[in-house]
């Protein structure tokens, strides 16, 4: 028989998931007024450059955070070594030993 997990987890995952939904509809919400209202009012030209301005910067400050990402959760911190892999093969992969999780890690480590 399976466990019933708590209950005060299963509502605080709701209420995280709630608040997710909540605040995406609010902040589109929020930027379909900001364009209708542009649009009525002011420069649309103006609100497409920004809004493509706005998309490049976030687009070419992912190449370093994706970097970053690759080297502290995936190498931890150029720990491991990069292996080229032709074809997966567990007792090639297991050589090296097996290590915890990174979170697991983490937790030893402090």
């Known amino acids: 028989m399976k466990k019933e997990p708590k209950?005060?987890?299963v509502m605080a995952k709701c209420w995280g998931?709630?608040?997710g939904i909540f605040m995406y509809v609010f902040f589109?919400?929020?930027l379909l007024t900001?364009?209708?209202s542009t649009f009525d009012d002011g420069k649309p030209m103006t609100v497409l450059i920004?809004?493509?301005?706005a998309i490049?910067?976030?687009?070419?400050?992912?190449?370093?955070?994706?970097?970053?990402?690759?080297?502290v959760v995936i190498r931890r911190c150029f720990k491991f070594d990069v292996q080229n892999f032709e074809e997966w093969d567990d007792e090639k992969i297991?050589?090296?030993g097996s290590?915890?999780?990174l979170l697991q890690f983490m937790r030893t480590s402090v």
């Open 94 to 96: 297991l050589e090296n």
């Open 56 to 71: 490049l910067i976030d687009q070419i400050k992912s190449i370093p955070i994706q970097f970053i990402i690759w080297v």
């Open 34 to 36: 900001g364009c209708m």
């Open 7 to 9: 209950c005060n987890i």
């Open 50 to 53: 920004e809004l493509s301005i």
């Open 17 to 19: 998931e709630m608040l």
């Open 28 to 30: 589109s919400f929020i």
């Open 99 to 101: 290590e915890p999780s």
